[in-house]
Nanobody
Protein backbone atom coordinates (compact mmCIF):
# COMPACT_ATOMS: atom_id res chain seq x y z
CA UNK A 1 0.00 0.00 0.00
CA UNK A 2 1.35 3.40 -1.00
CA UNK A 3 1.78 6.08 1.63
CA UNK A 4 2.66 9.72 1.06
CA UNK A 5 4.25 11.76 3.83
CA UNK A 6 4.57 15.53 3.44
CA UNK A 7 6.99 17.72 5.34
CA UNK A 8 8.42 21.22 5.21
CA UNK A 9 5.42 23.34 6.09
CA UNK A 10 5.46 26.10 8.65
CA UNK A 11 5.08 29.80 9.34
CA UNK A 12 6.82 32.23 7.00
CA UNK A 13 6.67 35.98 6.43
CA UNK A 14 5.32 37.40 3.17
CA UNK A 15 8.01 37.29 0.52
CA UNK A 16 9.67 34.31 2.13
CA UNK A 17 10.29 30.79 0.86
CA UNK A 18 9.52 27.24 1.87
CA UNK A 19 10.30 23.87 0.34
CA UNK A 20 7.77 21.08 0.75
CA UNK A 21 8.71 17.44 0.37
CA UNK A 22 6.54 14.40 -0.22
CA UNK A 23 8.10 10.99 0.34
CA UNK A 24 6.32 8.02 -1.20
CA UNK A 25 6.58 4.49 0.10
CA UNK A 26 6.05 1.45 -2.08
CA UNK A 27 7.08 0.78 -5.64
CA UNK A 28 6.21 2.38 -8.94
CA UNK A 29 6.84 6.00 -7.99
CA UNK A 30 8.47 6.81 -11.32
CA UNK A 31 5.47 5.76 -13.43
CA UNK A 32 2.85 8.00 -11.84
CA UNK A 33 1.96 11.63 -12.19
CA UNK A 34 2.48 13.46 -8.92
CA UNK A 35 0.79 16.66 -7.82
CA UNK A 36 0.45 19.23 -5.07
CA UNK A 37 -2.94 20.56 -4.05
CA UNK A 38 -3.89 23.04 -1.37
CA UNK A 39 -6.96 23.88 0.66
CA UNK A 40 -7.47 27.15 2.45
CA UNK A 41 -10.03 27.51 5.27
CA UNK A 42 -13.54 27.69 3.86
CA UNK A 43 -12.40 27.00 0.31
CA UNK A 44 -12.32 24.01 -1.98
CA UNK A 45 -9.15 22.04 -2.53
CA UNK A 46 -7.33 23.36 -5.59
CA UNK A 47 -4.57 22.11 -7.84
CA UNK A 48 -1.22 23.85 -7.39
CA UNK A 49 1.09 21.91 -9.72
CA UNK A 50 1.51 18.56 -11.43
CA UNK A 51 4.52 16.71 -12.81
CA UNK A 52 4.32 13.67 -15.09
CA UNK A 53 6.77 10.75 -15.13
CA UNK A 54 8.61 12.37 -18.06
CA UNK A 55 8.76 15.75 -16.36
CA UNK A 56 5.93 17.66 -18.01
CA UNK A 57 4.72 20.32 -15.60
CA UNK A 58 1.54 22.33 -15.18
CA UNK A 59 1.05 25.16 -12.67
CA UNK A 60 -2.00 26.98 -11.45
CA UNK A 61 -1.99 30.56 -12.72
CA UNK A 62 -1.82 31.87 -9.17
CA UNK A 63 1.60 30.29 -8.53
CA UNK A 64 3.29 30.55 -11.93
CA UNK A 65 6.71 32.12 -11.68
CA UNK A 66 6.82 31.67 -7.90
CA UNK A 67 6.52 27.91 -7.27
CA UNK A 68 8.49 25.04 -8.78
CA UNK A 69 7.61 21.35 -8.65
CA UNK A 70 10.24 18.67 -9.12
CA UNK A 71 10.69 14.96 -8.51
CA UNK A 72 13.54 12.65 -7.61
CA UNK A 73 12.77 9.07 -8.59
CA UNK A 74 15.87 7.76 -6.82
CA UNK A 75 14.43 9.09 -3.55
CA UNK A 76 10.75 8.49 -4.35
CA UNK A 77 10.18 12.12 -3.47
CA UNK A 78 8.40 15.08 -5.03
CA UNK A 79 9.16 18.66 -4.01
CA UNK A 80 7.44 22.02 -4.13
CA UNK A 81 9.74 25.03 -3.90
CA UNK A 82 7.65 28.05 -2.95
CA UNK A 83 9.13 31.52 -3.32
CA UNK A 84 7.71 35.03 -2.94
CA UNK A 85 5.02 33.66 -0.66
CA UNK A 86 1.87 35.69 -0.11
CA UNK A 87 -0.76 35.60 2.65
CA UNK A 88 -3.18 34.08 0.13
CA UNK A 89 -0.87 31.06 -0.19
CA UNK A 90 -1.84 30.10 3.36
CA UNK A 91 -3.39 26.63 3.22
CA UNK A 92 -2.91 22.97 3.98
CA UNK A 93 -0.82 21.55 1.17
CA UNK A 94 -1.44 17.98 0.06
CA UNK A 95 0.64 15.62 -2.02
CA UNK A 96 -1.22 13.43 -4.51
CA UNK A 97 -0.19 10.41 -6.53
CA UNK A 98 -2.14 9.51 -9.64
CA UNK A 99 -3.07 6.05 -10.81
CA UNK A 100 -6.10 3.98 -9.83
CA UNK A 101 -8.25 5.92 -7.41
CA UNK A 102 -5.33 8.12 -6.41
CA UNK A 103 -3.49 8.47 -3.12
CA UNK A 104 -3.39 11.51 -0.82
CA UNK A 105 -0.95 12.51 1.84
CA UNK A 106 -2.03 13.81 5.23
CA UNK A 107 -1.20 17.42 4.42
CA UNK A 108 1.17 20.01 5.79
CA UNK A 109 0.19 23.49 6.99
CA UNK A 110 1.71 26.54 5.33
CA UNK A 111 1.00 29.88 6.96
CA UNK A 112 2.18 33.13 5.41
CA UNK A 113 1.85 35.99 7.87
CA UNK A 114 3.80 38.86 9.33
Amino acid sequence: QVQLVESGGGLVQPGGSLRLSCAASGSGFSIYTMAWYRQAPGKQRELVATITPVGSIVYADSVKGRFAISRDSAKNTVYLQMNSLRPEDTAVYYCYRGGGSGTWGQGTQVTVSS
